[in-house]
């Protein structure tokens, strides 16, 4: 059974910091691309950041660049996210996504984990 698990969100205050987790289950981890995604109320759910399979290479978005920090550990099936210096804008659901690295129809979602950030 596939499965991944977000978890570390909240409410934080501006400037705060907060790290994501993203426990992956049921697939060969190693094989696949992660990303983050977010999704804020009434708005479309973008990319955050994404990492390559042994974390090659990494994208962010460009509202994110300087303040979040993608990793995996593919020992432990896990992916995180640390943000720092966070902002009201952050504020939306974050998403774990992998997708195959040779075939993008393989992929697999989480649940989301909230975060909020406000005063």
């Known amino acids: 059974q596939v499965q991944l698990v977000e978890s570390g969100g909240g409410l934080v205050q501006p400037g705060g910091s907060l790290r994501l987790s993203c426990v992956a289950s049921?697939?060969?981890?190693?094989?696949?691309?992660m990303t983050w995604y977010r999704q804020a109320p009434e708005k479309e759910r973008e990319l955050v950041a994404r990492?390559?399979?042994?974390?090659?290479?990494?994208n962010y978005a460009d509202s994110v660049k300087g303040r979040f920090t993608i990793s995996r550990d593919n020992a432990k099936n896990t992916v995180y996210l640390q943000m720092n210096s966070l902002k009201p804008e952050d504020t939306a659901v974050y998403y774990c996504?992998?997708?195959?690295?040779?075939?993008?129809?393989?992929?697999?979602w989480g649940q989301g984990t909230q975060v909020t950030v406000s005063s």
């Open positions: 996504n992998a997708v195959h690295y040779s075939d993008s129809t393989d992929n697999y």
């Open positions: 990492i390559t399979r042994y974390g090659t290479n990494r």
């Open positions: 049921g697939f060969s981890f190693s094989r696949y691309v």
